[in-house]
């Protein structure tokens, strides 16, 4: 297989690690953070399940393997976050991170 | 190598079940914190005495849950985990640190809400970075980093009431999950590269590469995914703001334990012959073959650059720092710089300086935060003012804190004096090696910062002890209390630090060579 | 054979853990240590006869009351607890005996924290005797850095009005000269691949040949600037004033007669021995800072209002001195420099002692304002004169041989640029004398009624220091036959 | 011979006997219930010293050509590349020879008469103890000066000299004009002792690397080898330009001392110390402590032609130089200071001239009759409480044997015929004289002297008519002067006497040993009576005139206008060389010590604390990064993700190909 090939998908997976990063940067609402990391973490997601279609290595874990536990751990992520939102809207009643600056300097 | 053997698990074993027995006892309605403490200090104890016995420490081989062949004896090329006794080292530092803090912990009013949380939560970090220490494979690697970061993120954020706390919780809870996304992203192009995650695939080249651009890039975010744990800058702007919210004993545990596992991580995925030139050449069949490439100058280029820099900004920062927790901080992030620094270098000495260095941050840092913990209960802080008088009040706290901060500056027969003099003249020595001159620069760096950091060192001991106490500040804690407010085992804790600070500053011959002799190891078999 | 310097430094080490936690009793406790320590060293000097000389083809100086043992010691890293001495470490520690008696006995009567303070008292005066003895880098940067902080604590806490800077500014600037100080010799081991981090096997490695000349000569420079700083040299001087006129009496004492000590020591034991061939290849520079400082150090000293700050410049023009004799590398400037350094020792010392009562007992040090306190204070008075003329040179008092021996040797070397030394010590008389005819002569002027002399424990500690002015001034042979047991020989 | 061995074995003690009365003084003198008491002790120590001394001068005068050297290693240092290279030893030593023979008479005398004279003198100060403490020191240092049998401890006691004459000079501290001329003194005395200093240098490195010098290097640079002058073991080395050099470097410690031009303007107001103590130190003894330098140079170690013709200028030009500043002076301690300095000149000038010994010989006679004179004015000054010749006048009456003392003393002064001063005064010019060919330089300084011995002459009666001629004090509010008590008169008996008769000494045989080549005029050949009768001449002439001018109480008043006032302010102000010191001390030295400091604070040390102020502007800065908004902080690190991406793909590889290699 060529580099083109290669080329074309990493940028597809690279182009929706770039959405994800820009959702961080841009979002203030948390629940629209945890979608944006959602679909960061996902373009490693893509990328395993990609290169695992012509894996020379000598195994290890296999990249099908690795696609399924990053799924898995992005959701015990995003239930951490969703407590911390809850904790944070019982607290100060908005989930705004830009609001929460009392640590600063 | 012999059959895997479950025993081999053990002290990870100690620290799972005794989180479950935590979480147990919470639900049967235990409420006394003492009794989670006590299970946390005593499963921590006694795996810490395990890892130490299987470093060889034979008074204590009857502990010991390794058998000498697996140590060192390197993972295949598919296995997920492998004994380095350098990875062992590591654990002695995770777990001496979880010690330090549970056992410190045991001072907070008892019938505090949520303390089963926290010190289960503190067991699984633990376990985590436990399981960091042992790791041969990237992803295996990633996810026991998410399983104490899943843990700390909720440490932070524990008790659910202070703002302060919860704030912080969400800054580093997101910072986490960004740099998570991006070392896994970091991984996935490795594996495009190399057809696998192992890490003795990874770097020695096993099975070839097909384009080195690629790990290239991955290299750079895996870079920046860890710099996130060890608080390089510029991806350190979250530390500050957590180690200032977090409950002081957790911010204690962050410095001093979770940093460490990223600096391992580095250790595992950076160390080593990264060099794929020699397997290049017998792989150049059947496919293209591209140009060899040799990835070591550009990642000692880069991590002695990014040392240089998070030193740097890390003392210019704490320089001006008024509260004291926001200052050791930032003086911690400095730190993490003359950690680099060995990462950088990369050779055995280099390597056994750094974790020297390491092993010095868990009783210096994380013992100021105890202390500063301590203190701030009797109601002192967060001001570095409010610290006035404090060496006079209280002659014995005064003078453990100052060790500390003396040991963090560099001040000999303090074991941070012998860390970082090992460390530089590890980098002068590599830097003998002809067209290594870069590393005396980094000697010369590191050396001139930590003249630097003594500055904001010597302006709280200044605070402490050349300025009157003003009287309304309570130092003097309750009347009749022999600990005087601190608690007996907030008073054990800070002993104990203090009394490894010296005992390693003075002698630390015998821990010096055992760090050595694994460090000889890891570099020579490459993780 | 007896680990006579080991003994030592228990003694001191005891005594100064023991005062710590002695309360009340502290001065006492400190005063046995002083004694015993003093009596020991005079043992010591008494049982030291001769050097034991050099040995091997390079000429490796052998120390005598050697001990060695290993400390860190693994593959690529070889670090021994070393300790020895010659001639000119002997007189440097008897130096640091009298000056600890003479402070303990001159602060008796402090009341502040006695406890803590005359337990600082004693650490620096460990630290600088394990700065004479240690023969391994790291257990010289060891106590070498030990000294600063009980004279920061001393400084900051102890101090005059602006003590908290002076005491930063002290700790920051020393502590940056001894870290560049700490590079450069790293680099000596490193790159002269040394076998271990003692003397001597730094030494055989920088004589051994295929040492570059260049290399030898940049870590000479850094050497230079990294105990520069102590002596201290211009323009890096600016923290001695500041520091000197904040410290307490019992700390200028102690900064002025033996931290100023430690540079020279360490130029000369760890710089010019070790890397004889850097000092060759960059004595101009050497040369040129060595003139600076004794003009500068001087021409201030001429313009000051404050005494303590006129001492304290007229000590940068002296350390000038002591640098110069240094800079001409023979034997004889390097004896002058050793005999310079305890001589200037004790003369500051003793000087600063009695600015001390001077301050104390008028409220002020101005120069101008204060005037004709000898009928007042007729013991004191004397004191100062004894001090200021010993200062300026006069013969049959400790300084004139020194001076002596430093210019002859400057003049072996430098031929007639001995002059500018020669002038600046007219001028130095000139304002001794300018002080005294202020301060000691005329009509009195500004005397508090309550004024009175100075009293007898003061006196008692002015007195030891006196005494030692006139009597190795008288014989100097005692000082200099024990120097000349030294590597001094050997040098060109 | 044998018989005085031992004799000079023991010369050591003449110096030891004033340390045990300094001792004694110094520690119990102020617990002794009558101060005069510690003051007899002293006297009684210093008068062992003059016997002992007396003892050893005639001893030696007996064993003509002696020299006795006993010394003891001092210090044992190591030679350097160049000098000494195996090592050299410094002595501290006794000499006795017949020029310290002849200058332990003139101390250890005129000193003990001088002690015994202040018991009375002084005995109202409450000082006392100190006095006399402090005079016997100036009689150890001077004594060992005079024994010492090296260079460098030659210098050591000289210094010490010095200080006590600083001492002495700043008696009265509290006043500050005296201790304002104590630190004149040592500070122009100091300048000399530096450059002397340089030329002892200059000696050692030059001997001990000429062939000759080696074994000299070797025994401590002594002025004997074994039992000859070290100066036979020099011929072919004493004409080096370093020597030049060095010799002028001795004429400059010598100038020092002895107070002679430039470095002149000290002993005038040196007066401010005790009568006495001008007497002794700033008369007699000390202040010729330059011209006993400049002697035993000469016939120990040599000096060249070129340094000879110097010391002959500056000698020639001082004698005149000071006698012209005394002309007008109304103050009888400085006329007669001012006279010490231009007398001193003439000994410089013998020196100069080549006959050192010739200059010990008028330095012996000036010691007596210039002593005389002080204690004379001194005396005059004890009864009448002034110093002011214009207000004193007809003391002659009421100070019989004080007016006769002094007038011993100036007819001495003024060379008349017979006196001592006569002779000796007469040797010198002679001596000049004889060396006229040697260089046409020597003629105008000769004139000088010559034109001097009338100046003196002059200067001096002026102060005699003015205060002791006439019939009543000019003011009249002056107590009643009458003669001192025999404690005082006595010095001034013995002193007259010396003053009158000391010259003849030299005519003594055995005495004349001391003074080789001095013994008889006229020794210089047949012109010598011609210049005789000529400085006689001149002498009486002086003392006419000032007897026309003053005589008999009379005042002579310089009309106002007349162009001398112009020349008459000139010389009360002393040539304005004191104001030029002054002005170069204050508005030089000090002004740029002012600005030095300012430098000092503001430049070096600013410019460090400006690194420390750069730094802690950068931390304010760094820390408004710190927001506290997260979204930030991921910004960051995006940042830094982008900025490790370029420099590992872009950044690195450049480097790499530039520098090759890391």
């Known amino acids: 297989m060529t580099d083109f090939v290669v080329a074309q998908f990493v940028g597809l997976s690279a182009a929706l690690l770039g959405i994800g990063l820009f959702g961080i940067l841009t979002r203030r609402n948390f629940i629209l953070l945890l979608i944006a990391i959602e679909i960061a973490i996902n373009a490693a997601v893509l990328n395993f399940v990609y290169f695992a279609g012509f894996a020379t290595g000598p195994g290890g874990v296999s990249g099908q393997a690795a696609a399924v536990v990053i799924v898995g751990l992005a959701a015990t992520e995003v239930a951490v976050g969703l407590a911390i939102v809850l904790a944070l809207n019982r607290q100060r009643g908005s989930i705004n991170v830009a609001e929460a600056t009392t640590l600063r300097q | 190598m012999d059959p895997v053997s479950w025993t081999w698990f053990l002290p990870e074993a100690f620290l799972l079940g005794a989180a479950l027995l935590v979480f147990l006892l919470d639900v049967l309605g235990v409420e006394k914190l003492e009794a989670f403490g006590a299970v946390a200090v005593g499963a921590t104890a006694l795996s810490l005495l395990a890892v130490v016995a299987d470093l060889g420490f034979t008074p204590l081989s009857f502990l010991s849950t390794l058998p000498p062949s697996v140590v060192d004896s390197g993972g295949g090329a598919t296995s997920l985990y492998a004994f380095s006794s350098l990875g062992l080292v590591f654990q002695g530092v995770f777990l001496s640190s979880a010690l330090l803090v549970s056992l410190a912990s045991l001072s907070r009013p008892s019938h505090e809400k949520g303390a089963a949380v926290f010190y289960g939560l503190l067991l699984m970090a633990t376990l985590g970075m436990m399981l960091v220490a042992v790791s041969a494979d990237l992803i295996f690697l990633l996810l026991a980093i998410e399983v104490t970061g899943i843990a700390t993120y909720l440490m932070v954020g524990y008790t659910r009431k202070d703002a302060r706390g919860l704030e912080a919780a969400m800054k580093f809870y997101i910072i986490g999950a960004l740099s998570t996304a991006l070392s896994f992203f970091g991984a996935s192009l490795l594996f495009g590269a190399f057809g696998s995650t192992n890490l003795l695939v990874l770097s020695q080249g096993l099975g070839g590469i097909s384009n080195h651009s690629l790990a290239l890039v991955g290299y750079a975010f895996l870079i920046v995914g860890l710099g996130f744990k060890v608080t390089l800058v510029p991806f350190h702007a979250w530390a500050v703001d957590v180690y200032d919210g977090a409950p002081t004993d957790v911010s204690a545990f962050l410095a001093g334990g979770t940093k460490k596992m990223g600096v391992f991580a580095f250790f595992l995925v950076f160390i080593g012959p990264l060099s794929i030139l020699t397997v290049r050449a017998v792989n150049c069949t059947g496919t293209v073959c591209i140009a060899p490439y040799d990835f070591r100058p550009t990642v000692e280029l880069t991590l002695g650059l990014l040392a240089i820099v998070t030193m740097t900004l890390g003392n210019v920062l704490a320089l001006l720092q008024k509260e004291m927790k926001r200052m050791l901080a930032y003086s911690s992030i400095s730190q993490a710089g003359y950690m680099m620094i060995g990462i950088a270098i990369g050779t055995a000495p280099a390597l056994a300086g750094a974790t020297l260095q390491i092993l010095a941050h868990v009783f210096m840092k994380a013992g100021a935060f105890l202390v500063v913990a301590g203190v701030s209960a009797l109601g002192v802080g967060p001001l570095i003012a409010q610290y006035r008088g404090l060496g006079q009040r209280r002659p014995y706290l005064g003078v453990a804190f100052a060790l500390m901060l003396l040991s963090l500056a560099g001040i000999p027969l303090t074991v941070g004096f012998v860390s970082k003099f090992i460390l530089f003249s590890a980098a002068v020595q590599a830097s003998t090696v002809a067209g290594q001159s870069f590393f005396f620069w980094l000697a010369v760096a590191g050396l001139l910062n930590s003249a630097l950091s003594v500055f904001y060192y010597a302006r709280v001991l200044k605070v402490m002890y050349m300025e009157s106490p003003d009287a309304s500040v309570p130092l003097d804690g309750p009347a009749g209390d022999p600990t005087g407010g601190l608690g007996y085992g907030r008073s054990a804790a800070i002993l104990l630090a203090v009394v490894a600070i010296v005992a390693l500053g003075v002698y630390p011959q015998p821990v010096f060579s055992a760090i050595q002799a694994a460090a000889t190891h890891f570099v020579a078999s490459g993780a | 054979m007896v680990p006579v310097l080991s003994l030592l430094l228990l003694t001191l080490l005891a005594g100064t853990v023991v005062t710590f936690l002695a309360g009340r009793r502290a001065r006492w406790v400190a005063l046995a240590t002083s004694v015993g320590f003093l009596f020991e060293t005079l043992w010591l000097l008494d049982s030291y006869t001769s050097w034991p000389g050099r040995s091997g083809a390079l000429g490796v100086p052998q120390y005598s009351d050697g001990e060695s043992y290993a400390w860190i010691s693994v593959p690529w890293l070889h670090i021994n607890y070393t300790v020895g001495i010659d001639g000119i470490s002997l007189i440097l520690i008897l130096l640091t005996a009298f000056l600890q008696l003479a402070t303990v006995v001159y602060c008796w009567t402090e009341s502040r924290r006695p406890s803590a303070w005359f337990g600082l008292v004693l650490l620096t005066c460990l630290g600088s005797f394990g700065v004479f003895i240690a023969l391994d880098v790291l257990l010289f940067f060891l106590f070498w850095e030990a000294t600063l902080i009980p004279m920061f604590f001393m400084i900051g806490f102890w101090g005059g009005p602006r003590r908290r800077y002076a005491a930063l500014k002290f700790f920051v600037y020393t502590h940056v000269a001894s870290i560049v100080m700490l590079v450069a010799l790293l680099a000596v081991v490193f790159y002269a691949h040394a076998a271990s981090f003692d003397f001597s096997d730094i030494y055989i490695a920088t004589h051994s040949s295929g040492f570059p000349i260049v290399t030898q000569a940049m870590l000479f420079l850094a050497l230079f600037f990294g105990f520069g700083v102590k002596f201290p040299i211009v323009p890096f001087h600016t923290w001695l004033p500041d520091a000197h006129v904040e410290a307490p009496t019992g700390g200028s004492v102690l900064l002025a007669g033996l931290l100023l000590k430690l540079g020279g020591y360490g130029l000369i034991r760890w710089a010019v021995e070790v890397l004889p061939q850097g000092l060759a290849h960059t004595s101009w520079i050497v040369y040129g800072v060595a003139f600076a400082s004794i003009i500068w150090g001087t021409v201030l000293s001429l313009s000051q209002r404050d005494l303590k700050r006129m001492i304290a410049y007229s000590s940068i023009n002296h350390m000038g001195i002591v640098l110069l004799a240094i800079a001409v590398y023979s034997s004889l400037g390097l004896l002058a420099a050793v005999l310079l350094m305890f001589a200037h020792g004790v003369v500051s010392g003793l000087l600063f002692m009695a600015s001390g009562s001077v301050h104390h007992t008028f409220g002020t040090r101005d120069i101008v304002t204060l005037r004709g306190i000898t009928p007042r204070t007729p013991v004191l008075a004397t004191m100062i004169m004894v001090g200021s003329l010993a200062s300026l040179g006069l013969p049959a008092l400790i300084s004139f041989p020194a001076e002596f021996t430093a210019l002859l040797a400057t003049w072996d070397r430098l031929g007639y640029w001995v002059l500018l030394p020669l002038v600046i010590l007219v001028v130095t008389a000139g304002f001794y004398l300018w002080m005294m005819q202020r301060v000691l002569f005329g009509p009195p002027q500004n005397i508090p009624e309550k004024a009175h002399d100075v009293d007898v424990y003061e006196t008692a500690g002015m007195a030891i220091l006196v005494a030692l002015i006139i009597l190795y001034g008288v014989l100097p042979g005692f000082l200099v036959n024990v120097i000349v047991n030294s590597p001094v020989y050997g040098f060109p | ?662």
């Not at chain 4, 009458?482 to 013995?494: E, F």
């Not at chain 4, 005495?511 to 009486?540: C, E, Q, W």
Request: net charge neutral; with cysteine; glycine share 12%.
């Open chain 4, 1 to 662: 011979m044998g018989a005085f061995d031992s004799l000079f074995q023991w010369a050591f003690l003449v110096p030891l006997f004033p340390l045990l009365g300094l001792v004694i003084v110094g520690f119990f003198g102020d617990r002794m219930k009558k101060a005069e008491f510690g003051g007899w002790v002293a006297v009684a120590f210093s008068g062992m010293a003059m016997v002992l001394g007396v003892l050893i001068a005639v001893g030696e005068a007996l064993t003509p050509g002696r020299y006795t050297d006993v010394s003891y290693a001092w210090l044992t240092l190591p030679g350097t590349q160049s000098v000494f290279s195996n090592g050299f030893s410094l002595v501290m030593g006794t000499l006795v020879d017949p020029i310290s023979a002849l200058m332990l008479i003139v101390v250890n005398v005129v000193g003990f008469l001088v002690m015994l004279y202040s018991i009375e003198y002084m005995h109202h100060d409450k000082g006392l103890p100190r006095y006399y403490a402090e005079l016997s020191l100036f009689l150890v240092a001077m004594n060992g000066l005079i024994l010492s049998d090296n260079l460098l401890e030659f210098f050591l006691f000289w210094e010490l000299v010095g200080v006590c004459s600083y001492f002495l000079i700043g008696f009265y501290y509290e006043k500050p004009s005296a201790a304002s001329a104590a630190k004149e003194a040592f500070l122009v005395t100091r300048v000399g002792d530096v450059l002397f200093l340089l030329g002892i240098f200059i000696y050692f490195a030059t001997y001990a690397t000429s062939g000759g010098g080696a074994g000299w290097a070797a025994s401590g640079f002594k002025f004997t080898t074994g039992s000859t002058p070290f100066l036979g073991s020099l011929v072919g080395s004493a004409s080096s330009p370093t020597l030049t050099i060095a010799g002028l470097m001795m004429l400059a410690g010598a100038a020092g001392k002895s107070a002679q031009f430039p470095l002149d303007v000290w002993l005038p107001d040196a007066m401010e110390g005790p009568t006495t103590v001008s007497a002794l130190i700033h008369a007699a003894t000390m202040v010729a402590a330059g011209v006993y330098l400049l002697a035993v140079v000469s016939l120990f170690l040599g000096f060249t032609a070129d340094d000879r013709l110097a010391i002959v200028a500056v000698g020639g030009f001082t004698t005149i130089w000071a006698a012209s500043m005394a002309v007008v002076n109304t103050d009888i301690k400085r006329v007669v200071a001012y006279s010490t300095i231009s007398q001193l000149g003439y000994m410089v000038l013998a020196v100069g001239a080549g006959f050192a010994m010739v200059g010990l010989y008028h330095l012996f006679t000036h010691a007596f009759f210039k002593a005389l004179l002080f204690l004379a004015a001194g005396a005059v000054i004890h009864a009448v409480g002034t110093q002011d010749l214009l207000k004193m006048g007809g003391l002659g009456k009421s100070m019989r044997i004080t007016s006769i003392a002094f007038l011993i003393g100036a007819l001495s002064l003024s060379g008349f015929p017979g006196f001592a001063g006569f002779w000796s005064k007469d040797d010198v010019l002679a001596s000049v004289y004889s060396q006229v060919g040697a260089h046409p330089l020597y003629w105008p300084f000769l004139l000088c002297a010559l034109a001097t011995v009338f100046l003196t002459a002059y200067y001096i009666f002026r102060a005699w008519f003015l205060a002791f001629s006439g019939d009543h004090p000019r003011d009249p509010t002056l107590p009643h002067g009458h003669d001192a008590p025999w404690a005082m008169r006595l010095p001034l008996l013995v002193l007259s006497v010396l003053a009158a008769v000391a010259g003849l000494f030299a005519f003594l045989p055995s005495f004349s040993s001391l003074l080789p080549g001095a013994n008889v005029p006229p020794v210089y050949g047949s012109t010598d009576l011609v210049l005789t009768a000529v400085s006689a001449g001149l002498g009486l002439g002086g003392i006419g005139v000032a007897y026309v001018m003053w005589g008999n109480g009379r005042v002579f008043q310089l009309p106002s206008g007349s162009p001398l006032q112009g020349a008459r302010t000139v010389l009360l102000r002393r040539y304005y060389m004191k104001d030029a010191y002054d002005w170069i001390g204050l508005h030089g030295v000090y002004r740029l010590a002012r600005a030095a400091d300012f430098v000092d604070q503001f430049v070096i040390d600013g410019s460090i604390r400006g690194i420390e102020r750069a730094f802690s502007s950068l931390s304010n800065g760094m820390r408004r990064l710190q927001t506290g908004v997260v979204s930030d902080y991921a910004a960051y690190v995006v940042t830094g993700l982008v900025g490790v991406l370029l420099f590992f793909l872009f950044v690195a590889p450049w480097i790499f190909r530039t520098m090759g290699g890391g």
